[in-house]
């Protein structure tokens, strides 16, 4: 049953009868652009414009079921400035203490004044601890009623859609940047009605089309190059440039608060700046020294933290480059930078002094339009951050474009979730293709009964003014349905003489299985002891015991981070020499399993034993073997040898298997990247199980990590030594002025007809063109560079399979790239 957003809906409704006093923009912070994270119990700042003679009275936090009133515990009164380019004043800096029972939500924050209540929506998000592992949503570029961009509703309800996925995987927090608000500032009442629906919400015919303040995570968003007045002021002296400068400082900071704002997340601090747009020095080139000093500075308050994370809309280049350096020299680098603007999956991550920049990888305005949003874990006590599911941490909602039914997350209810009933069933269908740790439902029931919950444990109840909230947090496996109920009373023991029962009793005596939770009794991994050449990662997947235990989470921990890391899922990499325990410990009943891994500072030879295996045993019995031993192929079918390999840059790689056959020959399936480039690879005799031999072949492999397997087919397999990975075919640049140019062509190798080029550094250069050439030099394509950031290039049927050499050359410089055909 579809749920309908019944409590939402009167939410919105509310949110209609308050915005207006938000207009005036009297609360400057916590407000739209910015939201304020505070634990229960502690202190969060105000800032406020209070008009002559006005006092503040009282705050209140208002949620979407309970209000709290909180206490005003410092107020400041001097007059600062804290909008550099717009010159915006305020008088007012309150510190306000919440209630250390204060349920965990996003509240409106009202303050309680001589001349009425001064209200700012969904300006403030209670926690009750802060995460050390959590992930960050980061979506860009919507440009909501933008020209043909978006048809009605379109936008909004891709944005919407986002918003119902994050509610579900539950991020710290949610940051947005740039191109996002593009208002009508001639028609200042119709941009009014957009920014309630971009903040609100608003009712499209019977369906509820989700707002901002709709996300149940903390909401920062940093301005674009588009977020301009669209109105033709006139020009103040020194402000040459229509639409930048002053002008849009002082719209942002009327419609959406703060161009800039720093905020600490436990041990991890946020940096947002605008760097969008031209400064106010009249010079017309990118500078937000002020931004990045007040940063600083704000650092040295609050302190530097375990890492940092920062988000702008701006170009690849040197603006990120001026964002980073202040930082770098403070001793306060970014960890993470999350950007918008570039609208190219190609062109994420971005490379800037050994710093991968990572950019949304494209826009929900563009493409096929399938709910598109990057979505990133990170590691606060180690200070790293993970890329879910592939490198670019890029996910599309959606399975089908424009087609909101096909949400590749989706939560459902078998009745209303609007407190009439005490019974509930939620129903969640994750058919991404990654697991999430910590889920969360939200159960709205009737106040007056205790409640328990199935397939989930309960992360915080209470009382609100007239409904009793239930949220229960789980973990969704990859291409899975979890139900997670909830039920009103006490959880009974319905075996109380049973003393095989499990506790609570709710196994056994009759009961059907899957009514109550299996618990975890164990934990194993083999080996136990793993070495991983330089650079490498290996998925840790212990065995559960027993196998039908519910609740199957793993806490994974690193002795020696620095060293060998290990993310939320397992998964291990070799960063540096040394060694590590990696510990796995349970989440239900806390078993643990140690598993010491240790570097080989080697990226050319992996060997056999050091790789993952099932079939073949690690042995000793011949001479001549490198390393540790060897691997000895027991099956005549289904045995393998899985190495993971890291490589530089993407190209061709001679890759040799070192090995010895008695007699006949035992050919092998050779997989690689999970593609099977060779089903019948020819392993020939060598004469002897001693007498060692090299099979080379040559191989395209992808910059980064490559996993290349050996499985036996019906004739098993010899002894394998090592496998050696050399001469590569790569890609590089070379020319004439390329400092601060880049082009990157992908697909590399190109399998397809379709070649895209994304090119940076070049918006100032005259006469750009591009052309393709044979290895011979002689030329297979020409053309002029119409948009000087990205193009497609149908080269079917035009290219055989060789090596050829992609060039973008303007009157200023000249960038060369090589391609791999493999058609």
């Known amino acids: 049953m579809k749920m309908k957003k019944t409590v939402q809906i009167s939410i919105f409704i509310l949110t209609l009868l308050f915005s207006i006093s938000s207009w ?29 003679g006005q006092t503040i009275n009282s705050v209140e936090l208002r949620g979407p079921f309970n209000t709290v009133t909180a206490t005003i515990t ?59 592992n959590f992930y960050v949503l980061h979506f860009s570029d919507a440009h909501r009623w933008q020209g043909s961009y978006d048809t009605p509703n379109i936008i909004l309800r891709e944005i919407s859609t986002i918003i119902d996925i994050a509610n579900i995987i539950d991020p710290e927090m949610i940051i947005e940047t740039g191109d996002n608000h593009y208002q009508n500032t001639a028609n200042e009442a119709s941009s009014m009605d957009r920014i309630n629906q971009y903040m609100n919400g608003f009712m499209n ?10 996300a149940f995570a903390p909401v920062f968003t940093a301005p674009g190059n588009h977020d301009t007045p669209q109105k033709n002021y006139e020009l103040e002296p020194g402000y040459p440039t229509p639409g930048y400068e002053k002008i849009p400082s002082l719209f942002y900071n009327k419609f959406y608060g703060l161009q800039a704002h720093n905020f600490a997340y436990g041990d991890v601090r946020f940096i947002g700046v ?30 530097k933290g375990t890492m940092r994370i920062g988000y702008c809309h701006v170009n690849t280049g040197q603006p990120s480059r001026e964002f980073n350096n202040p930082l770098k020299a403070a001793g306060a680098p970014l960890n993470l930078l999350l950007v918008g603007h570039v609208h190219s999956i190609t062109y994420s991550p971005y490379v800037l002094d050994d710093k991968k920049i990572e950019y949304s990888a494209t826009t929900v305005r563009d493409g096929l339009k399938r709910v598109p949003f990057n979505l990133y874990k990170i590691d606060a006590s180690a200070g790293t951050y993970e890329t879910i599911s592939n490198e670019q ?101 319905l075996c109380p003489l049973d003393p095989n029962k499990m506790d609570p009793g709710l196994c056994g005596c009759g009961v059907a299985e899957g009514t109550c939770p299996v618990l975890v009794t164990d934990i194993l991994f083999q080996p136990t002891v793993i070495r991983l050449n330089i650079d490498t990662s290996r998925l840790l997947v212990p065995t559960i015991v027993p196998a039908n235990a519910t609740n199957k989470a793993v806490i994974w921990e690193s002795s020696n981070p620095s060293a060998i890391s290990v993310n939320a899922f397992g998964k291990i990499t070799a960063l540096s020499e040394g060694s590590a325990i990696i510990t796995g410990t349970t989440v239900d009943g806390g078993k643990k399993v140690t598993i010491n891994v240790s570097t080989v500072m080697d990226t050319v030879n992996y060997q056999a034993e050091d790789a993952e295996y ?103 397999g010899g002894n394998f030594d090592e496998l050696s990975v050399t001469g590569t075919l ?81 009157d200023q410089s000249k960038v060369v790239k090589k391609l791999i055909v493999q058609q």
């Not at 923009?25 to 800032?47: D, L």
């Not at 899975?480 to 109920?485: A, F, K, L, P, R």
């Not at 099977?676 to 099979?695: D, K």
Request: hydrophobic share 35%; charged share 20%.
């Open 74 to 132: 410092n107020t400041a009164t001097d007059t600062w400035v804290y909008d550099k380019w717009s010159g915006n004043t305020c008088n007012r800096k309150l510190s306000v203490n919440v209630p250390a029972n204060t349920p965990s939500d996003r509240y409106d924050l009202i303050l309680k004044t001589s001349t009425g209540d001064e209200i700012s929506l969904a300006a403030v998000k209670v926690l009750k601890e802060f995460k050390n």
């Open 274 to 303: 605008n760097n969008s747009w031209f400064p106010d020095d009249g010079r017309g080139t990118p500078n937000f020294s002020h931004q990045t000093d007040e940063a600083v500075s704000w650092l040295n308050t609050v302190g």
């Open 205 to 214: 015919g019977t369906d509820y089309v989700n707002g901002m303040n709709n």
């Open 614 to 716: 099932v079939g073949p045993l690690e042995v000793t019995n011949q001479p001549g073997y490198k390393g540790n031993g060897f691997l000895d192929y027991t099956n005549a079918s289904n045995d393998y040898i899985k190495w993971t390999v890291n490589v530089p840059a993407d190209g061709n790689y001679n890759l040799g298997f070192r090995y010895a056959i008695l007699s006949n020959n035992r050919p092998l399936r050779l997989t690689i990247n999970d593609e099977i480039r060779n089903s019948s690879t020819p392993f020939t005799a060598t004469g002897s199980w001693s007498n060692w031999r090299v099979y080379t072949t040559t191989q395209a492999l992808v910059a980064g990590n490559n996993t290349i397997i050996l499985t036996a087919t019906g004739a098993s």
């Open 393 to 493: 941490a890029y996910q599309e909602g959606l399975e089908t474009a424009k087609s909101y039914n096909t949400a590749k997350l989706k939560l459902t209810y078998s009745a209303l979730n609007d407190g009439a009933t005490g019974n509930n069933t939620a129903t969640i269908v994750n058919k991404f293709s990654f697991p999430i740790t910590g889920a969360r439902v939200r159960f709205v029931v009737p106040k007056g009964s205790p409640y328990y919950v199935r397939n989930a444990v309960i992360k915080q109840e209470f009382d609100g003014t007239n409904f009793h909230i239930v949220d229960a947090t789980y973990n969704l496996e990859p291409n899975s349905t979890t139900i997670v109920s909830i039920h009103a009373g006490i959880q009974e023991d």
């Open 24 to 52: 005036s923009q009297k609360i400057v912070y916590p407000w739209r652009a910015t939201t304020a994270i505070v634990k229960s119990g502690e202190n969060f700042e105000v800032w406020f414009n209070a008009a002559d």
């Open 730 to 810: 790569g890609v590089h640049n070379f020319g004439k002025g390329q400092s601060n140019k880049s082009v990157r062509v992908s697909p590399n190798p190109l399998t397809s007809g379709i070649l895209t080029v994304a090119t940076d550094g070049f918006d100032d250069d005259t006469n750009i063109r591009i052309y393709i050439t044979t290895a011979n030099g002689q030329k297979i394509y020409e053309n002029k560079l119409n948009d000087p950031c990205h193009t497609d290039i149908n080269l079917a049927g035009k290219l055989s399979n060789s090596i050829y050499f992609v060039t973008v050359e303007s």
